[in-house]
Structure formats: structure tokens, C-alpha cells
T-cell receptor, first 116, second 111 residues
């Protein structure tokens, strides 16, 4: 049962244009969402996150939008640069209680290619 | 510099052999995780540990074992019972309620 889904395995955009990566989730208990970026043969690195009490979070060229009613989030990259070419994973976490940490559930990833 | 170190970066194993992947962190994080990455499948949780001497199975624990004798170390053993061990393995640690720090991964290939 895939609770976090990224239905587009790949996305190709031109340099300078907008990249939009999408992610859907099924579990309404998720309260925190994150995007990670991963280059080949390396570990993922944190990109941006959003709490379920917000619908938008912006950090430089990166903006994450959350639509709770649709259980959908998206990552916008504007303008896209060739160095943004990587695999992007969305992840979700449930509330952590007491000393319990919220482990992350990841989507399948989307390969973004930005052409010069 | 604080971080997570996974070793080795590449590992080859003969069928029927057990092999242990190392994961060490000096971030003083309590929680540590092992994920497996396969093409088109994203990151799937194998085992996790929230405190020393305690660990829990993840979604795909069969054929794997772990130990957490020290806060800094969370080694993963891929046993001969794991039917498809060839994959990219990622270790992560977690300090705050949200967000991981990942290691650089180990590519395991069965020959």
C-alpha cells in the first residue's frame, strides 16, 4: 500500500522555465511533508518542507504547495537550472508523540532533467 | 564535521553469503534508519531504531538484521535469506521530530 505516490517517473524542462513536481498521499494523519533531492550514488539532501497548518512555503527558487483537501502537494522550481537535474522525493510524516520520532514515508521519486 | 558515514561505498557479495553494511554518525542523534532504494520504488524502510538497544522492523525487514549497541552505530546485515539483495542502501539519522540526515549510501551487488 503506497501511502505516498509520485505518479510521474520523470520530467523534462528547459532551463529558465518552471518545473512542477507532484506528490499525492492517502493517509490523512500525515502532518508534515518534505522534499528531498538526490544525485546518483549519493544520499538524499533536504530541500524544503511544509507543515499541514500551512498551504505554502517558499525558499528562494523553491516553493512547496499543500492542498490538504485533495491530499496533494507540489514542488515548484523557478527558474529551473541544469544543476537542478536530480531525483526528487517527497516524504510525509505523522505526528510523533512522547519520545517517538516521526519516521518518514517516501514516494517513488521523480527524475527531473533540466536542459540548457 | 558532523555527519553520517556509510561504508563501503560499493560491496560485492556471493550468493549465500551474509554481508554487513556499516553506518556511523557523530551527530548525537537518537533515531537511525535503514532504507533500500530500487529503481521506480523509491525508498523503502528496512529497520529503524529510536534508542540504543532497541529497534523495530520496517516495511521490508525480511532477510535483514540490525543491532544498536551504541548510539553512534547502526550496522545492517543482509543475510542469505534476502532474495533480491542487489540495491542501493541508505542509512539516515534523525534528531528533531522531522527531517533526516542521510549517508552517501552503499551499492550492494550480488555476483
Amino acid at each position: 500500500d503506497q501511502q505516498v505516490k509520485q505518479n510521474s517517473p520523470s520530467l523534462s524542462v528547459q532551463e529558465g522555465r518552471i518545473s512542477i513536481l507532484n506528490c499525492d498521499y492517502t493517509n490523512s494523519m500525515f502532518d508534515y511533508f518534505l522534499w528531498y533531492k538526490k544525485y546518483p550514488a549519493e544520499g538524499p539532501t533536504f530541500l524544503i518542507s511544509i507543515s499541514s497548518i500551512k498551504d505554502k512555503n517558499e525558499d528562494g527558487r523553491f516553493t512547496v504547495f499543500l492542498n490538504k483537501s485533495a491530499k496533494h502537494l507540489s514542488l515548484h522550481i523557478v527558474p529551473s537550472q541544469p544543476g537542478d537535474s536530480a531525483v526528487y522525493f517527497c516524504a510525509a510524516s505523522m505526528p510523533a508523540g512522547g519520545t517517538s520520532y516521526g519516521k518518514l514515508t517516501f514516494g517513488q521519486g521523480t527524475i527531473l532533467t533540466v536542459h540548457p | 564535521d558532523g555527519g553520517i558515514t556509510q561504508s563501503p561505498k560499493y560491496l560485492f557479495r556471493k550468493e549465500g553469503q551474509n554481508v554487513t553494511l556499516s553506518c556511523e554518525q557523530n551527530l548525537n542523534h537518537d533515531a537511525m534508519y535503514w532504507y533500500r532504494q530500487d529503481p521506480g520504488q523509491g525508498l523503502r524502510l528496512i529497520y529503524y531504531s529510536q534508542i540504543v538497544n532497541d529497534f523495530q522492523k520496517g516495511d521490508i525487514a525480511e532477510g535483514y538484521s540490525v543491532s544498536r549497541e551504541k548510539k553512534e552505530s547502526f550496522p545492517l546485515t543482509v543475510t542469505s535469506a534476502q532474495k533480491n539483495p542487489t540495491a542501493f542502501y541508505l542509512c539516515a539519522s534523525q534528531d528533531s521530530l522531522y527531517g533526516y540526515t542521510f549517508g552517501s549510501g552503499t551499492r550492494l551487488t550480488v555476483v
